[in-house]
């Protein structure tokens, strides 16, 4: 029973009493198990189908749609016993009380019909088709779910009219509500139709109003549902036919209700009728406090009873309507000189608005960043303030032939800053310059004094005006406002934008003369930048004013970060107090300019925090009431570095020339003592005595010859006089030849591996870098030293390594430096400091380098050469040619230096 009062109370809140009715028919369907529910309910003499539902949930929605739309249900004898009081009706054979092809067309089953009523009013019928027996032993219970249905159809019946009294209220408060957000009547007429022709129950409603002439003319037509038929209305609207029926209904004052309308065509013409297809009419006076003002005309595209209470709420509407637009012509009325003032209010605002303006820009005008902000805002202002499309700033070009589009608002995308436009007649701007006065333009169209250039054509400009940007010299140009409307424009306005004209004059001779004082500072600034010093200003506050490039580079700060900083964050900690007393006094000295000094060395503090030593000189000047005080700052790093380098060059040149005399004396000593001995006529040597100090003698030479050799070499290398010849060279070779001019006892445990390779290269100069990097490694190698001749893709290698503990990694950088030397084994003579300087320098003249690497225990120098082509000329270094096929030039491979103890001990 709950969920069968549900259904009760839906019925009294929601819109759809059908909807209710077939939930509740699918209900009782399946609770009876019956094949079909259905509800009819009383019209007239009829019962008529509301719903039909099958208890398997399915609706058959064409099949109810049909027996609605059909003829009515002969159903006369039922509805007559249940008038007569008869309550149930249980048919076995349904074809004895409805007709048979009904029955057949439906489907219709045995059912139990049950009339369905409240205290006085015989409210329809349930049907429940099923299993004969079965409806017939559950007729209680089938009684029973009939009264409920009953609640359900009253409760919904009560309901629909509270709704609809409810439309009515809507109706008459919409229009009121209208009336009270506008006074445009045609709101008002499209409000009270659309309420009409809703609440009323009609498909549409018009109003024909009574115009000047006395003419009833269509003023609004709506369909209840708030659409309209723009076509019909438009036939509608331009009807010229009379109504008589609607001259009536006014003269009368009493409403007119036509069925059949075509039935009195002497009062609904044909051409109202038939044209918009109209089956039945209400006309209803439109009238208010003894004026009438037209008629509400409601009908239906199909016929429809037109009852009494239909007239009622109709009359209702319109009376509230008729009210409606009265006030809203009175309103209007009333409207119209409030417009009046208010159009006088908006003149007096739109000048207040001007005048604004014209300040905004001015202000603008001091705190742009630039004359194209100015002018870009400026532009958009005007178009705000003056309402226009388009508004331009034409520059006169130098030359004064043209005019280019500078800045605007409105113009296609892309033509601002690449379009001009002719001067004199040829454009709207150009005559205003030639005219020397403001230019209005009413019309472009039919404009005489000027042709309409494609920029205000190509934009469908019709009217505008322009007025001259003044200039110092010459004026800057034109500025122009221009709209697509028919427009008139006031003397107001022309003072107006000639206001702002003006404003932008002063701000382009203020843009002018800044760009001078620009490009002056720009050049200061430029020299400046140039100077090889650091230069800094700084006012009495010791705030940094001026900062040049030479010193953003030399201290790591931009003049972004430094400006307006103290002059102390460029100084050393310890530096500042006495550096701020110094400047104070120099500040308060007569001295313009001096030279600082002091006990210490003067030093600056970089960015990164790094001390470095500084000379600097400081001058004064004053500058209106302030003094200014500029550094001269000169970094002295390089110099003091310099002359770091220039004290151990001269310490190196020293302990060179000792070194030499060490390294000359030595062999001299055993050239003289064995030259003495061969010239001794009593001595008495053996033939090979005799030959082996003779071998000596070219040994001690050979040194000599050698040092001698890499002393020219560095020589004529630092004047820019050294020759290298580049002609084929075998590596293996020279690299052998230079160890079989060694002692053997000094060389003989260096091994030789790799084949033959031939570089390009010049074989003297070969063999020096190898005889270098082989005394480099017996002077401070390991005991171990490797040979190894090879190549690699385009080049050729020699590559000596040893496995001793390898240059130290501070001396990495030096060691092909001249003079530079390292600790070197004991037992040999003290080295000159040039071998490995010289050997990088004549492999990179070759085309080749010497380089050095300590990796995987051993300490590897290694000389690179180009690889030589197999038949070709190759270019010496002084771009002649030398043969690829001539020999290696170089000492005897068989000549071999041997000391024999016993002339030793003899000597």
């Known amino acids: 029973m709950r969920e069968l009062f549900g259904f009760v109370h839906r019925a009294g809140t929601e819109g759809s009493r059908a909807r209710v009715l077939a939930e509740l028919s699918r209900f009782i369907g399946e609770k009876l198990a019956a094949y079909r529910v259905s509800v009819f309910v009383i019209d007239g003499e009829h019962l008529v189908p509301l719903v039909a539902e099958y208890s398997s949930g399915v609706t058959d929605a064409r099949q109810i749609a049909k027996w609605q739309g059909g003829e009515p249900l002969e159903t006369s004898e039922l509805i007559a016993k249940f008038r007569a009081g008869g309550d149930l009706l249980l048919i076995e054979n349904p074809e004895d009380v409805l007709p048979t092809h009904r029955v057949r067309e439906f489907e219709i089953r045995p059912f139990l019909m049950v009339a369905l009523r409240n205290e006085t009013t015989l409210l329809g019928a349930l049907l429940v088709e099923g299993d004969f027996d079965d409806l017939a032993s559950r007729q209680s219970e089938i009684r029973s779910l009939a009264g409920v249905v009953a609640l359900v159809l009253e409760t919904a019946k009560t309901f629909e009219g509270e709704r609809k009294r409810t439309r009515e209220i809507e109706a008459l408060l919409e229009v009121g509500t209208v009336l009270t957000e506008s006074t445009d009547v045609t709101r008002v007429l499209a409000a009270v139709a659309r309420s009409s022709a809703r609440v009323c129950g009609f498909e549409r409603c018009s109003i024909l109003i009574l115009d000047d002439s006395g003419r009833l003319v269509p003023r609004m037509s709506q369909f209840a549902d708030g659409h309209t038929d723009v076509e019909l209305w438009e036939r509608f609207r331009l009807m010229r036919a009379d109504l008589p029926a609607a001259r009536d209904v006014m003269e009368s004052g009493a409403p007119a209700a036509y069925g059949e309308p075509e039935t009195a065509p002497e009062l609904n013409p044909s051409v109202w009728v038939s044209s918009f297809d109209i089956k039945s009419v209400l006309l209803v006076p439109l009238a208010a406090w003894g004026e009438s003002f037209g008629v509400l005309m409601l009908d239906h595209r199909e016929r429809y009873a037109i009852g009494p209470e239909q007239i009622r709420i109709t009359q209702a509407v319109a009376a509230q309507g008729a009210a409606a637009i009265g006030i809203s012509r009175l309103l209007e009325r009333e409207g119209e000189n409030r417009r009046k003032a208010e159009a006088a209010l908006r003149d007096l605002h739109l000048r207040e608005a001007q005048q604004a303006a014209v300040a905004a820009v001015s202000q603008l005008a001091l705190t742009a960043p630039n004359l194209g902000a100015l002018m870009d805002e400026a532009v958009r202002v005007l178009a ?318 050979t040194d000599i010859a050698n040092i001698v050799e890499d002393l020219m070499v560095a020589a004529k290398a630092d004047i820019g006089k050294l020759e290298i010849m580049r002609v084929p060279v075998d590596l293996r070779a020279q690299a052998a030849q230079v160890l079989e001019t060694w002692n053997q006892t000094v060389v003989g445990h260096i091994q030789l591996s790799g084949e033959s390779v031939r570089c390009v290269g010049d074989p003297a100069r070969v063999r020096q870098v190898i005889r270098n990097l082989v005394s480099n490694a017996l002077r401070y190698g390991g005991d171990n030293i490797r040979v190894v001749i090879g190549s690699h893709e385009s080049t050729g290698f020699f590559l000596l390594a040893d496995d001793g503990p390898g240059v130290p990694p501070d001396d990495v950088k030096h060691i092909f430096e001249n003079y530079e030397r390292g600790s070197q084994a004991p037992g040999l003579t003290e080295a000159l400091g040039l071998g490995l300087g010289i050997s990088r320098r004549l492999a990179r003249l070759m085309g080749g380098d010497v380089t050095y690497r300590h990796t995987d225990g051993e300490t590897v120098f290694e000389l690179a050469l180009p690889l030589a082509l197999p038949t070709s000329a190759v270019l010496n270094a002084h771009g002649t040619t030398a043969s690829a096929t001539g020999v290696d030039r170089g000492f005897d491979a068989g000549s071999k230096l041997r000391f024999t103890r016993r002339v030793r001990d003899r000597k």
């Open 384 to 701: 705000e303030t003056l309402d226009v499309e388009f508004v331009k700033v034409v520059e006169l070009q130098s030359g004064g032939r043209e005019l280019f589009l500078k800045a605007g608002v409105g113009w296609d995308e892309g033509l601002v800053g690449t379009i001009t436009v002719g001067i004199g007649s040829d454009s709207q701007a150009g005559f205003t310059l030639s005219a020397s006065s403001p230019v209005i333009v009413a019309d472009l169209a039919t404009e005489t004094r000027f042709s309409g250039p494609g920029l205000l054509t190509d934009h469908n400009i019709v009217s505008g005006m322009s007025v001259i940007i003044g200039g110092r010299e010459q004026p800057y140009g034109v500025l122009g406002v221009h709209t697509i409307r028919q427009r008139t424009f006031t003397s107001e306005d022309i003072d107006f934008i000639q206001s702002v004209a003006n404003v932008l004059a002063a701000a382009v001779e203020q843009d002018r003369d800044q760009r001078e004082v620009r490009a002056t500072h720009e050049r200061l600034q430029a020299i400046l930048d140039t100077a090889s010093d650091s230069i800094i200003a700084v006012g009495e506050n010791q705030k940094i004013l001026l900062f040049n490039q030479h010193a953003c580079k030399t201290f790591g700060y931009t003049s972004e970060e430094i400006l307006g900083q103290p002059l102390s964050m460029l100084l050393p900690e310890k530096a500042r107090p006495v550096h701020s007393g110094y400047i104070e006094s120099f500040a308060d000295d007569a001295t313009p300019q001096r030279m600082m000094s002091g006990n210490s060395e003067l030093t600056g503090r970089r960015k990164d925090g790094e001390e470095f030593p500084v000379e600097i000189t400081i001058s004064k000047t004053t500058l209106g009431d302030q003094m200014i005080l500029t550094a001269i700052v000169r970094e002295v790093t390089e110099r003091k570095a310099a002359e770091e380098r220039l004290i151990a060059l001269m310490q190196s040149k020293d302990d060179l020339i000792a070194s030499v005399s060490h390294e000359i004396r030595t062999p001299i000593t055993a050239i003289l003592g064995f030259a003495q001995l061969l010239h001794s006529e009593s001595a008495d040597f053996t033939e090979a005595e005799h030959a082996d100090m003779l071998q000596v003698l070219i040994n001690e030479s």
